[in-house]
């Protein structure tokens, strides 16, 4: 009966050591966010202003065509007729395969064209019945038909004005259709054509419906600084991408003389006339440690908040930023983002 009061004891004990552990944890927390940090910060205002809108994006330039030459059928290479650095011509031989199919064929062909005319005179006196005139004359036609499809497969012709970029197999060897063990390639040859050019750029999706097919630009490539080269637009997707919010157009590049050359860098400049623009100090910019991912600060609620922005075109010590959630009237840091992170307290100062 004597051990009741020393459990309640105990009890009340530690519900008050608990009870005290809270009181001291809350005042803890409390002291912690009154202490925390508010860093002081400058601002301007957002405006929208009108400006010469001059896009500049790189990319690489590409062969308007290229094209991987290969045989319907596996079979022997009986001649290749050009290296790679050929010019070719529309229309030429590059390629004579095997033609022993195609000589069988062409035999085969002659009998059939035989007893396809004596059949043919034969029905028309009435010697002969329909049907056996149906069977030679359906036999004809299959035969005709794989001789023209085996001279398809045994010449391979260049699909257009063009150079040999790559060779693939040598005269002798056997095309079995899969890639040779040396280049890993299937093909035999490949053309491209490199007189035009294109190039596939993408652009922020602001400027969607400011750009259209038809439009022109200029093309500079550094290795050719003091050249300009024509180009325009020749397709324009007809989607957004979600992930980065911008759109392609392939350009098409005259190139005259033939300096320019599949794989070299190349900047597209494109003039889109006058536009509306937030444009801000370039030093309100900030750059993502080892990526380009450009960001900027807003005061908001007297909390910082981050916004992932797309630079755009540069006014010396200013520069345009895109970004779907900026609007005009947003309070945009200008002094003091470089301490911050995002949800920071701030005080904005006037001084």
């Avoid at 009986?78 to 000589?103: A, C």
């Avoid at 040859?189 to 294109?198: A, C, G, N, R």
């Avoid at 596939?200 to 750009?211: D, F």
């Amino acid at each position: 009966m004597q051990s009741l009061p020393i459990v309640l004891l105990f009890t009340l004990g530690i519900t008050g050591c608990s009870s005290k552990t809270d009181v001291q944890n809350s005042e803890s927390q409390s002291q912690s966010i009154t202490t925390k940090k508010v860093e002081r910060v400058k601002v301007m205002t957002l405006k929208s202003q009108v400006i010469g809108k001059n896009i500049e994006y790189t990319s690489t330039l590409m062969a308007f065509e290229e094209v991987h030459l290969v045989p319907s059928t596996p079979g022997r290479i009986e001649k290749i007729f050009v290296e790679v650095g050929s010019r070719v011509k529309k229309g030429d031989m590059l390629v004579q395969m095997d033609q022993t199919q195609l000589q069988q064929a062409i035999i085969q062909l002659k009998n059939l064209e035989t007893d396809y005319q004596r059949l043919d005179t034969l029905q028309k006196v009435g010697s002969v019945t329909r049907q056996q005139f149906d069977q030679i004359n359906t036999q004809y036609k299959i035969a005709l038909s794989n001789v023209e499809f085996l001279k398809d497969n045994t010449r391979l012709l260049a699909p257009f004005n063009g150079v040999i970029s790559g060779k693939y197999f040598e005269n002798g060897e056997m095309y079995s259709g899969v890639p040779n063990t040396t280049t890993g390639k299937a093909a035999i040859l490949s053309v491209v054509q490199i007189s035009p050019l294109k190039a596939v750029v993408n652009i922020p999706e602001t400027y969607y419906p400011l750009v259209d097919e038809g439009m022109k630009m200029n093309i500079l490539c550094d290795i050719y600084k003091d050249q300009t080269y024509a180009g325009e637009i020749i397709r324009k997707y007809p989607t957004i991408d979600a992930y980065t919010h911008s759109f392609q157009v392939e350009i098409k590049i005259d190139n005259p003389g033939e300096k320019l050359r599949p794989g070299m860098f190349a900047r597209v400049n494109l003039k889109l006339g006058e536009v509306s623009a937030l444009v801000v100090p370039a030093l309100a910019v900030l750059k993502m440690q080892g990526s380009n991912d450009r960001y900027i600060f807003l005061e908001e609620n007297g909390l910082a908040k981050r916004v992932s922005v797309i630079m755009g075109q540069r006014f010396d010590e200013m520069v345009e930023v895109i970004a779907p959630e900026l609007k005009e009237g947003d309070q945009l840091i200008i002094a003091g983002q470089a301490r911050l992170v995002d949800k920071v307290p701030v005080e904005v100062i006037s001084e």
